[in-house]
Structure formats: structure tokens, C-alpha cells
């Protein structure tokens, strides 16, 4: 959140100044690379997305994937460095169905529930 914060200072500033070549492609880049959750997903995981859809890996969200059981459900968990960081429930259409992120994850929330978890 402070981030975001700061990220809104910057272009504020930067509106009152002449804006310098060097700096407009670096906050575009730093813009790119932050996660943010939604009510429809995170980043390029999104409700109804079918599985086979789902990326191998995330850059800053997980390095890998693991389908698993979980009670009676279908899950696809994304790890980071053996931690979870996402999970992703399946419907009987083998859709992502509902999505939870970890605490830990570096996503900025930005859903109306303001829960780190959504679901369809």
C-alpha cells in the first residue's frame, strides 16, 4: 500500500515538472511489475480461467505449481521458495473457481470486500 502511495506522489510531482526522459519508462516498468488483486483475480490469474491456462510460474508471486487434492476438492497451489503463496480452487470444469493469496504474498489488495480471497 505504501508503494502505491509513493507511486501517486511521484506522478503528482512529476505533473507539476518538466518530466525527464529517464524517469517515464522507469515508472512505467515499476507499474508493470506490481501484483495487484482484485475482485476478478490476481495478476494473470483470473476467475474462470480454466487450469491448463493457469502459468507455470508468476515472477514475484510463485516459481512453481502443484495440483492437490484438498478435502474432497481440486486445488492448483503456487509455491515461492517452498512457501504458499496462492491457491487456486477448481470446479467440476476444472475452472478456477475461488482464489487466496497469503499474507506473505507482494500483492496490493484492491478488492471491494477487501478480503485477500474471491471467489465466483
Same mark, same amino acid.
Not at 503456487?78 to 504458499?84: A, H, I, M, Q, S
Given at each position: 500500500? !505504501?508503494?502505491?502511495?509513493l ?6 510531482s512529476q &505533473? $507539476?515538472?518538466?518530466?525527464?526522459t ?5 515508472? #512505467? ?5 506490481q501484483?495487484?488483486? /482484485? @475482485? ?6 483470473q476467475?474462470?480461467?480454466?487450469a491448463a =491456462? ?7 508471486l510463485? @516459481?512453481? %505449481?502443484?495440483?492437490?487434492?484438498a478435502? @474432497? +476438492?481440486?486445488? *492448483?497451489?503456487g509455491?515461492?521458495? +517452498?512457501? /504458499?503463496? *496462492?491457491?487456486? =480452487? !477448481? +470446479?467440476? @470444469?476444472?475452472?478456477? &473457481?475461488?482464489?487466496? #493469496? $497469503? $499474507? =506473505? ?6 478488492? %471491494? $470486500?477487501?478480503?485477500?480471497? *474471491?471467489s465466483r
Amino acid at each position: 500500500m !505504501l508503494l502505491a502511495a509513493l507511486t501517486a506522489c511521484g506522478g503528482a510531482s512529476q &505533473s $507539476s515538472q518538466q518530466p525527464s526522459t529517464d524517469t517515464v519508462p522507469e515508472v #512505467v516498468a515499476q507499474a508493470t511489475q506490481q501484483l495487484v488483486l /482484485t @475482485d476478478n483475480g490476481v495478476g494473470p490469474i483470473q476467475l474462470g480461467m480454466n487450469a491448463a =491456462d493457469v502459468p507455470a510460474k508468476v515472477d514475484g508471486l510463485y @516459481d512453481r %505449481t502443484a495440483r492437490e487434492m484438498a478435502c @474432497d +476438492d481440486e486445488i *492448483i497451489t503456487g509455491y515461492l521458495n +517452498d512457501n /504458499t503463496m *496462492i491457491t487456486m =480452487d !477448481l +470446479d467440476e @470444469d476444472d475452472n478456477i &473457481s475461488g482464489i487466496s #493469496v $497469503s $499474507s =506473505d504474498a507482494p500483492v496490493a489488495i484492491q478488492t %471491494t $470486500s477487501g478480503e485477500p480471497y *474471491i471467489s465466483r
